[in-house]
């Protein structure tokens, strides 16, 4: 089982940006751990992001948030901490952004594809950390899937899975049928000729 998104991150980018000696590190550490299932549900709700941030030279919050500076007001002033004003906790995560996106490629692979299944395979235990605000803030905007989207997109897989495996006994019954169709029909040619040194005999008397 590959490791838990939020633990990679936690380890590999939290570690390392509250290493300054600022008095803040506890302030960082909880506001990270609040981004990280945040920054994750977005990449998984609009996959292209992970290239587009990958192809900006310092990708930031505005990036993340399809710069929508009201939504980005907003998500600021939700997730703030006490200590930390919005504008020292936009440059943190702005800190965080490009971190994230190595350490996920790092774990999971180079490609938009990679990064997507890696989440995807860990979406339940990111969506659980969601908080209500986020949900209702960034969900009408397409940022973030609600839980029945989620459903219904892994129903839909399992689904076309199961077609498709349907599709081979199907198959498998077609091939049989013909095949004895044609047994059946040489076989009855066969008893339908006449052998050429009988008819010679034949014609011979």
Known sequence: ????????????????????QDGLSNEKSALLSKFYPIFL?????KPEFIQKLKEIIMPSLSDLLGHNEQIKTVFLANISTAKLIPFETE?????AIPKCLTALTNEAG????SILKYLKQHKDSIQSLLPTWV???????????NQQNLNTESNHSSVNFGRKMGI???IGFLILGLLIVWLWQSCHHQQLEVPVDDLDASVAQ
């Open 135 to 145: 949900m209702s803030l960034l969900t009408p905007v397409g940022l973030i899937l």
């Open 110 to 113: 180079n490609d938009s594809s």
């Open 41 to 45: 549900s977005i990449l998984t709700a």
């Open 1 to 20: 089982m590959s490791t838990n998104p939020m633990e990679l991150l936690k380890k590999k980018v939290t570690s390392e940006l509250i290493q300054e």
């Open 168 to 170: 081979f006994p199907i």
């Open 91 to 95: 440059q943190i995560i702005n800190k």
